[in-house]
């Protein structure tokens, strides 16, 4: 007969492994082949077990054992219970284990929960797949339909704090962003209004040449320039340029968590990030648009004088007598909704930033997606208003 037991080590530091009334785990090996018996006695908790599992393990695994004797244990838990039913292999049949009718219950459970195997998830194929996604989409798009309404709502009501005391408003912020959202775009609206603006004349003067109505060109211009493209393209190029920086820029602060601490300390996370970029865009979008109105008017005035020998006398008096500042107006009425839409759109997906840098990059792309789209859809509403109003 062999005796494994735990050796006896004089030292302080035992009474972190098992406390005072707990006696240390031991086994004992007896008989041979078939009639092997394990003898367990002390306490087979997680405090009094050490490495006696290890050893036991390695012992079953040189000569297997038959029958299990735990009479003799005093304490018994789940992580002594584990320790056994690992040694016997990964499976213990109840009738070959002798133990108190509380330990033989609790091998038991533990044998029943170690032999389940959790069974791999089905992802659902074909039309069923395609009934997920599409029931994920709807659901999706309700809870962001309620997440807009909570953020608007938020927003107004610091708006409405805002002008009942001026000073809440962070005017160096909202100077800041207004810089970099309009004083910074300046020369990229300018130059792409300037190229959309010649394209449109040089298509009009050579489809308008094949009836000789190329004076024409120039009210074609007008029109395009003043009522559409000057806030379209500005409204298209501040959604890829601002609305991506607001969602980076807030999300970045989500991530680490700096809106969570401005919290902590009393700072409405919108009224010191959300308003002052809101207003920066209110203010900027306008001249913006008047920026990329004369820019696309001077694409159209060099592409009719280099092609139809039309002067910008003649050019800008036909602009005045025959296009007039209605359709200017039209197009300008657009901007403070595309500046509410582009400002909402990138603050309302920076505030939805998790944790991680995939979150931050998915929110980014989606506040760019998001705002041209809702560019366009804006865009062709204001058209089917207008057109029905006969302005």
């Known amino acids: ?204 003067a050579n489809m308008l040449r094949e009836f000789g109505a190329q004076v024409f060109a120039v009210e074609l211009i007008g029109v395009a320039v003043l009522r559409e493209f000057n806030i379209l393209i500005t409204a298209i190029l501040l959604a890829g340029r601002s609305a991506s920086s607001f969602a980076a820029e807030i999300g970045s602060m989500k991530m680490n968590q700096e809106v969570d601490a401005m919290k902590v300390m009393g700072v409405d996370p919108f009224e010191a990030l959300v308003f002052p970029r809101f207003m920066a865009l209110l203010v900027t979008i306008p001249l913006l648009t008047f920026v990329a109105t004369l820019a696309g008017l001077c694409g159209g005035l060099a592409v009719t004088w280099s092609v139809l020998d039309i002067g910008p006398n003649f050019f800008f008096q036909r602009i005045l007598e025959y296009v007039g500042p209605t359709h200017f107006w039209v197009g300008l009425s657009k901007a403070p909704i595309m500046a509410i839409v582009i400002a909402g759109i990138g603050c309302r997906q920076g505030m939805e930033v998790g944790g991680d840098v995939e979150s931050l990059g998915r929110r980014v792309t989606a506040a760019v997606v998001h705002a041209i789209f809702a560019i366009i859809m804006i865009d062709a509403a204001f058209a089917l208003l207008y057109m029905e109003l006969d302005i």
């Open 1 to 204: 007969m062999r005796r494994f037991s735990r050796p006896r080590v004089r030292s302080s530091a035992i009474s972190s492994v098992s406390t005072s009334d707990e006696a240390p785990a031991a086994f004992e090996l007896t008989g041979d082949g078939a009639d092997r018996v394990v003898r367990l006695t002390g306490d087979w908790t997680l405090n009094a077990l050490g490495r006696e599992g290890r050893r036991l393990d390695a012992a079953l695994k040189r000569e297997p054992a038959g029958r299990f004797d735990l009479t003799k244990v005093g304490k018994l838990d789940t992580a002594g219970a584990f320790a056994v039913i690992r040694a016997a292999g990964g499976a213990l049949d109840p009738a070959k284990v002798e133990a108190r009718p509380e330990n033989q219950r609790l091998i038991e459970l533990v044998a029943e929960a170690a032999a389940k195997r959790a069974e791999p998830k089905r992802e659902p194929r074909g039309w069923h797949e395609m009934t997920v996604r599409i029931g994920k989409g709807v659901v999706g798009t309700a809870y962001d339909a309620f997440d807009t309404l909570v953020f608007a709502g938020h927003l107004l009501i610091v708006l409405g704090k805002s002008l009942v005391n001026p000073r809440r408003i962070r005017w160096a912020s909202v100077f800041s962003l207004a810089e970099r959202a309009g004083l910074d775009a300046i020369p990229i609206v300018a130059v792409t209004s300037f190229f959309i603006g010649a394209v449109v004349g040089l298509l009009g």
